[in-house]
């Protein structure tokens, strides 16, 4: 069959179809290609889907009164200028705006706010590292942690440092501390939440200074490097560095990579040493736990410091969890961690992150991604619970995007998981969410017949479902775009506008008095 005559057996199959009417097209071509751009799509049989509606936003008054209500909202605030005494830090791991849109309906609607959308300043940040247009999330954590730029891959180094280079990174001069640091430096205690590995790209940069992400255990360094190479791996940093074996709270998972496998089944090491032992034998007041039931018990009061590894790998998908799993949530770690860290004198900083959306993301599973962007969500909620604005600093951003795409003009009230009112040129369904690349591209292209597969044969509702992508390689590739940031508390209103990520740090230095920059404590 001709490629026309199909093209044109498709277009008579949509013209039949009961709910689609051709629209006019106008007077000249300029006015067709418009239209297409921006179709009339066919109201909703009533039959078959109802169209969610949300009382008074069929009315002029109920938008200019939201308008008004904003506006005064926004000239009653008075701004902070308080010094902060403590900084939590929030990340939503590969957590960008085409991700925090569609979760909204997880709430109830896209007109409802994630916790976070709710906090009174916001801007964002560019992303890139020194030497990649699209970053990772190491030298992303290097950047809005340290304050300074790297090269992709790397942690708590400069830019001079690339990647898996084992020689570079031995010299000192090129690495850079983290604002925990700056906040030990003040007598501030600091420490760390994940829901992945606490040795992943992200948490380390709290703490390490390392050439490559992956080297979370010494025989990982030893692949790369040799046996003698002289490079402390990320778990040997977080146990025995300078700022790692002084964190006061850490939590997540990964506990493989403390210990060595001749100890344990599921260790990694080579090197003989269990650290997790060796945390628990420094005091008899340090804590570890291992399950939700253990961390509720601990009393804070009378611990020194805090150790929680509830996974031999990352935590959980929430999703993936069962009545009979012992981890606890990221609220219940949020919850914990703050009632621990408010119980210093001076202040904290601490570090918090939603790790498991962008790992969702990277195998094209955007119903587990956006159910954990909502946990997220829940442990910021959380933190605004227990702690106070006139004291406390709270900064939630992403450290990059994903090729995720929010689309399809679906109709208010349907599923976001669900596929667009209207067909593609090959008279097949698309979905509202997909992805640019990744590993489900087969699971949608025939490759025999070289046309696309329904999607709505594939997609059943299973939270693993993957969703379309359009070139197939093994994991979704992160976005460049810029990424959102929301700030409550002192000084939030300095986060406005479009800026580096490098200076988010700086940021919250200035606010809570940290570092060497510029603080407002020497204005």
Excluded at 101 to 108: I, K, M, Q, V, W
Excluded at 128 to 145: F, H, M, Q
Excluded at 308 to 328: A, C, I, K, R, V
Aim: contains cysteine; negative net charge; hydrophobic residues 35%.
């Amino acid at each position: 069959m001709s490629r026309r005559l199909n093209a044109i057996l498709i277009a008579i199959a949509l013209l039949a179809l009961p709910t689609w009417s051709a629209p006019e097209c106008g007077r000249n071509p300029e006015q067709c290609r418009e239209q297409a751009m921006h179709p009339d799509l066919p109201e909703p049989q009533p039959e078959v889907r109802k169209m969610r509606a949300v009382e008074g936003e069929d009315t002029t008054a109920y938008w200019r009164e939201k308008g008004v209500q904003f506006v005064q909202q926004k000239l009653a605030a008075q701004l902070n200028q308080r010094q902060a005494k403590n900084v939590i830090l929030f990340l939503g791991d590969g957590m960008g705006v085409t991700t925090t849109a569609p979760a909204r309906n997880l709430l109830g609607g896209e007109e409802k706010s994630l916790s976070f959308e709710n906090f009174p300043y916001t801007g964002l940040s560019k992303t890139y590292s020194v030497d990649k247009i699209v970053p990772d999330s190491a030298c992303t954590a290097t950047a809005y942690l340290c304050g300074v730029k790297g090269q992709e891959g790397t942690i708590g180094v400069n830019g001079q440092v690339p990647r898996t280079d084992c020689k570079v990174m031995l010299d000192e001069t090129t690495h850079v501390d983290s604002i925990a640091k700056w906040a030990m430096e003040e007598g501030k205690w600091a420490g760390l939440v994940t829901t992945t590995r606490v040795t992943h790209a992200s948490p380390s940069g709290v703490y390490a200074h390392i050439a490559e992400r992956d080297w979370e255990n010494d025989a990982e360094v030893a692949t790369d490097c040799g046996a003698n190479s002289g490079i402390q791996d990320i778990a040997y940093q977080l146990s025995r560095g300078e700022v790692g074996s002084k964190l006061r709270v850490i939590m997540g998972g990964g506990r493989k990579h403390f210990v060595d496998s001749s100890l344990e089944s599921w260790g990694k090491r080579n090197d003989g040493l269990n650290l997790i032992d060796e945390f628990k034998a420094a005091s008899n007041k340090n804590v570890y736990v291992t399950t939700a039931a253990e961390l509720e018990a601990v009393d804070v009061t009378t611990t020194d410091r805090l150790m929680g590894l509830f996974n031999d790998d990352h935590m959980q998908y929430m999703m993936e969890t069962t009545p009979e799993s012992s981890q606890p949530t990221l609220e219940q770690m949020t919850r914990k961690a703050i009632e621990y860290m408010k119980q210093s004198e001076q202040g904290y900083f601490l570090f918090i992150e939603g790790g498991r959306i962008d790992q969702a993301h990277h195998i094209n599973q955007a119903r587990m991604a956006l159910n954990e962007t909502v946990e997220f969500s829940k442990a910021i909620a959380a933190a605004q619970e227990l702690t106070s604005e006139d004291d406390t600093l709270l900064v939630v951003t992403a450290d990059h995007s994903h090729v995720f795409t929010y689309a399809g003009y679906a109709y208010r009230g349907e599923d976001v998981f669900g596929k667009a009112p209207v067909t593609g040129l090959d008279g097949k369904p698309y979905m509202v969410l997909s992805y640019a690349n990744g590993p489900s591209y087969e699971n949608f292209y025939d490759t025999e017949t070289k046309e696309r597969k329904d999607p709505t044969t594939v997609i059943t509702g299973a939270h693993d479902d993957e969703f379309p992508s359009g070139v197939p390689i093994d994991n979704d590739s992160h976005g460049g775009d810029d990424v959102p940031v929301y700030a409550l508390g002192p000084w939030s209103h300095l986060f406005t506008g479009v800026y580096e990520q490098s200076t988010i740090p700086h940021l919250m230095a200035y606010a809570s008095c940290l570092g060497e920059g510029h603080t407002m404590c020497s204005k």
